[in-house]
């Protein structure tokens, strides 16, 4: 089985490539995607484009993007390939699962969890979540990032505290996916500070 890979270094990283049945290869644009491939996983950047171009299944990193958003045919299915994410054994997928789906993703190893197709899936708005409230406790000098990363990994068991997660993720997607989750609820909107860390 031959995918295509398009990634950054940190998710090339993650991505565990040491599958006997996975023949992986790394491309540095979708024209570089041979015709013999039997999946992609288009995971760097946020991709907004429909895939019309191949019958193939195609994974694509879209946390904030609808596959109604892109007007994306059937063998396109969501995943959250934010960093951190990509390495854990359970993927959320959004889009059908189909026979082709699922063999691909049996061959990655990976147990899924079908979600609707929402902007944030479940575990990346929740960690949006968390981060948006550190950054509001940061604002009220509650503590310091430091305290509250180590407060949430000794008192949760968290891998990461949330402003690590928000170095680790990039605080600009943070940001773009509390916006528009927000457009909808305004629980979601995104702390000030959180805002200024943007540009900062």
Same mark, same amino acid.
């Given at each position: 089985?031959?995918?295509?890979?398009?990634?950054?270094?940190?998710?090339?990283?993650?991505?565990?490539?040491?599958?006997?049945?996975?023949?992986?290869?790394?491309?540095?644009?979708?024209?570089?995607?041979?015709?013999?491939?039997?999946?992609?996983?288009?995971?760097?950047?946020?991709?907004?484009?429909?895939?019309?171009?191949?019958?193939?299944?195609?994974?694509?990193?879209?946390?904030?993007?609808?596959?109604?958003?892109?007007?994306?045919?059937?063998?396109?299915?969501?995943?959250?390939?934010?960093?951190?994410?990509?390495?854990?054994?359970?993927?959320?997928?959004?889009?059908?699962?189909?026979?082709?789906?699922?063999?691909?993703?049996?061959?990655?190893?990976?147990?899924?969890?079908?979600?609707?197709?929402?902007?944030?899936?479940?575990?990346?708005?929740?960690?949006?979540?968390?981060?948006?409230?550190?950054?509001?406790?940061?604002?009220?000098?509650?503590?310091?990032?430091?305290?509250?990363?180590?407060?949430?990994?000794?008192?949760?068991?968290?891998?990461?505290?949330?402003?690590?997660?928000?170095? %680790?993720?990039?605080?600009?997607?943070?940001?773009?996916?509390?916006?528009?989750?927000?457009?909808?609820?305004?629980?979601? %909107?995104?702390?000030?500070?959180?805002?200024?860390?943007?540009?900062?």
């Amino acid at each position: 089985m031959k995918i295509a890979v398009l990634a950054n270094d940190r998710q090339w990283k993650e991505m565990d490539t040491a599958y006997e049945q996975v023949d992986f290869y790394r491309i540095e644009s979708m024209e570089n995607i041979k015709p013999d491939v039997d999946a992609c996983l288009l995971l760097k950047g946020e991709l907004k484009t429909n895939f019309h171009w191949t019958p193939k299944p195609v994974f694509v990193n879209a946390v904030c993007t609808t596959l109604k958003e892109m007007d994306a045919v059937p063998n396109v299915v969501r995943i959250n390939g934010w960093n951190g994410f990509l390495a854990r054994n359970t993927w959320e997928v959004a889009g059908a699962i189909n026979k082709p789906v699922q063999d691909i993703l049996k061959a990655l190893g990976k147990e899924t969890i079908k979600v609707p197709d929402e902007p944030g899936f479940v575990s990346a708005r929740i960690i949006a979540m968390i981060i948006n409230e550190a950054y509001f406790a940061l604002e009220e000098n509650v503590s310091t990032t430091e305290a509250i990363d180590i407060a949430m990994k000794l008192g949760t068991n968290y891998p990461h505290g949330p402003f690590e997660w928000a170095a %680790l993720i990039g605080v600009n997607k943070i940001f773009t996916l509390l916006q528009k989750m927000s457009i909808q609820d305004k629980r979601y %909107l995104p702390a000030p500070l959180l805002k200024a860390a943007i540009t900062a």
